[in-house]
């Protein structure tokens, strides 16, 4: 089969991923095989590719938000079936023993396992996964426009769980960074009946989209919102933009970091997080987080912005989300 390969971590302009011929996985026991139709291209897999995140695997096919149709069963896997749409998403399993596991809180397992990190992902025309974290994709998704979903929406669904907003109708929610999650979040929040406020770069994309999307008001990164909000979300990877996405806040607001990785957040002036404000991280995602999302995606329902790219050109969507190029969402499509 074909597959983007990375052998050692390098920056994106030096085309790390090479696109290669290679052996079609074959499932284990308890795996299925997935015939990949899109795979979306998520910030996480910059930084795998870059060396942000060690790398944990070598040779590894990135990606993590695959859409495909089940090829072929192992011998212990119950409840799919052959030709069922299918999703993976970045958590690829998890022990199910450990204390974070039985209380609920799998995407902290210590023993989990990362789809296109630690396990080969979806830049590939086929992939394999554990049955018991993939997602059914609702009908109402192209394959392609159901790809950024299962990141960037199940990880901005999250984090608007983690904001503790409560009463929806007429709350005040900042987004700063206006990519492929940003602009599913805003779906749901709008949806739930909040105003959306929007700082981010680039008014030719990011802004305009926000605009189009809904967004009571749009600036840029470091702009102050016209009112405090009653939580923020921060989606760029830059922690710099920290002091002021709390300057932005009410009392007893919320900053929730959606990131895998940051780079250094700046000395922090007490005042900005008195008042009972509060800093927290997303890592991962539940099981549970992906279900529910998908249902809410298809009842709102979400709609995604999407650039295509071929398997072939999984460097040129690298070096175009690393450069802000993208309006909404990269995929990949396979088929």
């Not at 996985?25 to 308890?30: A, M």
């Not at 040129?316 to 802000?324: E, H, R, T």
Request: with cysteine.
């Amino acid at each position: 089969m074909k597959a983007c390969i990375l052998q050692n971590q390098a920056p994106v302009e030096t085309r790390p991923l090479k696109y290669a011929d290679v052996v079609v996985p074959e499932p284990r026991g308890v795996e299925v095989r997935i015939k990949v139709a899109a795979c979306g291209v998520c910030r996480t897999d910059l930084h795998v590719v870059e060396g942000d995140l060690e790398q944990r695997s070598s040779p590894l096919i990135p990606g993590h938000q695959i859409v495909g149709i089940v090829d072929k069963i192992g011998d212990a896997v119950e409840g799919l079936s052959i030709g069922q749409r299918v999703g993976v998403a970045w958590l690829h399993s998890t022990c199910g023993q450990c204390g974070f596991c039985v209380s609920g809180r799998e995407n902290l397992c210590d023993r989990a396992e990362f789809t296109g990190w630690t396990r080969d992902g979806g830049f590939a025309e086929f992939a394999v996964a554990d049955p018991r974290f993939v997602y059914p994709i609702p009908d109402g998704f192209s394959d392609i426009q159901a790809a950024p979903l299962l990141c960037a929406g199940i990880i901005g669904y999250r984090a608007l769980r983690l904001t503790g907003i409560c009463d929806w109708e007429g709350s005040r929610l900042g987004i700063y960074g206006f990519g492929a999650a940003g602009h599913v979040c805003i779906q749901i929040a709008r949806h739930r009946g909040a105003s959306v406020y929007v700082a981010t770069r680039d008014r030719e994309k990011h802004q305009a989209l926000a605009l189009e999307l809904g967004a009571a008001w749009v600036g840029d990164t470091f702009s102050e919102p016209p009112v405090k909000l009653d939580a923020a979300i921060i989606f760029a990877p830059a922690g710099e933009i920290v002091p002021p996405a709390l300057k932005a806040l009410d009392k007893g607001g919320s900053l929730v970091l959606g990131g895998i990785h940051m780079s250094p957040i700046p000395e922090i002036d007490y005042k900005l997080i008195y008042g009972e404000r509060i800093i927290r991280s997303v890592a991962n995602n539940t099981r549970d987080d992906g279900r529910e999302f998908l249902k809410e995606a298809a009842e709102i329902p979400i709609t995604t912005s999407v650039q295509s790219f071929r398997l072939d050109e999984a460097n040129d969507a690298l070096i175009a989300l690393k450069n802000d190029a993208i309006k909404g969402a990269a995929v990949i499509c396979v088929l």
